[in-house]
């Protein structure tokens, strides 16, 4: 069983920055691909990005590209979002989620989540 907590979220005017952190209670580096989604009150979750194990390999949203980075630190069992740029479409409850990985590939479903943190970007 994993726990994941994010933090990190806040409100800031648009153009600004913040950086998302989401601590795994367990050991998680060659095991779990780490994702960041997002979800806005009556819109359906998006995914807005992914991280492999080892941290190789990386994924972001063709809204989010440019603008946001995902990264891990294995020794923590922590992984971040560095979202710079930030824009008032932005805003929404943020979550990460891990799911079983190995070798740089990333596999079925996301089995665990975390409550989420809110973000909030006015104009």
């Known amino acids: 069983q994993v726990q994941l907590v994010e933090s990190g979220g806040g409100s800031v005017l648009a153009g600004g920055s913040l950086r998302l952190s989401c601590a795994a209670s367990a050991y998680t580096s060659s095991r779990y691909c780490m994702g960041w989604f997002r979800q806005a009150p009556g819109k359906e979750r998006e995914a807005v990005a992914r991280?492999?194990?080892?941290?190789?390999?990386?994924y972001s949203a063709d809204s989010v590209k440019g603008r946001f980075t995902i990264s891990r630190d294995n020794g923590k069992n922590t992984v971040y979002l560095q979202m710079n740029d930030l824009r008032p479409e932005d805003t929404a409850m943020y979550y990460c989620?891990?799911?079983?990985?190995?070798?740089?590939?990333?596999?079925?479903?996301?089995?665990?989540w975390g409550q989420g943190t809110q973000v909030t970007v006015s104009s």
């Open positions: 991280i492999s194990t080892g941290g190789r390999t990386t």
């Open positions: 989620a891990a799911k079983i990985g190995s070798g740089g590939v990333c596999y079925g479903e996301y089995r665990y």
